[in-house]
């Protein structure tokens, strides 16, 4: 019997970037110390399932909270330049207080509909859709056969405009209507009516002081 395929869509531990609220989607922060036991609690929380793959954005932070359950599973880590974060161009690293002040008709453009406005130099979310959609289905096609657990290790925007494509949300709207707090995972199973959304943005691994630290 093939068993049923289930991706763990798991968002990076926490940056200073992710705390603070600044934009950073280019930029490539390590870890904070508190991102680093995120990514070693959820290890050491998930480490018993059996793991078909695991895939990561090639992002520091994103590499750096795949490795500690490649290490304790013995799974080689797979990296796809089309998981990376949504680009904010002349935004980065700016907090959303300057950017609604240095560039404020731009910000009321990509507010009122992000997936066809980008920040000066950046991505649209329909850009970030068209590069990271295909990763998603090379996944399905080497792992629909035998199926398994396989962990996508993304970033915020990215993984909304992921789970926008899966469960038919407008993508538009991805900032709107799912959370994606830092260290947050959600699982997808994939069945024979499609997709289905098992648990969205989940923490309860994390111990208290961890869950505790919001972020964005």
Not at 112 to 137: D, H, I, K, L
Not at 187 to 199: A, D, M, N, Q, T
């Amino acid at each position: 019997m093939v068993s049923q395929l289930k991706l763990y869509l798991l968002r990076h531990g926490e940056t200073e970037y992710s705390r603070t609220g600044g934009y950073c989607g280019a930029l490539d922060p390590e870890l904070t110390p508190e991102g680093a036991r995120m990514a070693r609690e959820f290890a050491a929380a998930y480490w018993s399932l059996p793991w078909a793959a695991v895939y990561a954005s090639p992002m520091r932070r994103t590499v750096a909270t795949a490795r500690p359950l490649c290490d304790a599973v013995g799974v080689p880590m797979q990296t796809r330049d089309g998981l990376r974060e949504i680009a904010y161009g002349a935004w980065e690293g700016l907090t959303q207080e300057a950017v609604k002040e240095r560039y404020a008709e731009e910000y009321a453009h990509w507010m009122t509909e992000p997936a066809w406005n980008a920040p000066s130099g950046g991505e649209t979310a329909q850009q970030v859709a068209s590069r990271a959609t295909p990763v998603v289905s090379e996944i399905l096609a080497a792992h629909a056969e035998g199926g398994g657990n396989v962990l996508i290790v993304s970033h915020k925007a990215t993984l909304r405009i992921l789970l926008c494509g899966f469960l038919g949300i407008d993508l538009g709207r991805y900032r709107d209507r799912l959370a994606m707090p830092a260290g947050a995972v959600s699982v997808v199973s994939i069945g024979k009516y499609g997709p289905l959304l098992e648990s969205l943005g989940d923490r309860s691994y994390l111990s208290d002081d961890l869950r505790q630290r919001e972020g964005t």
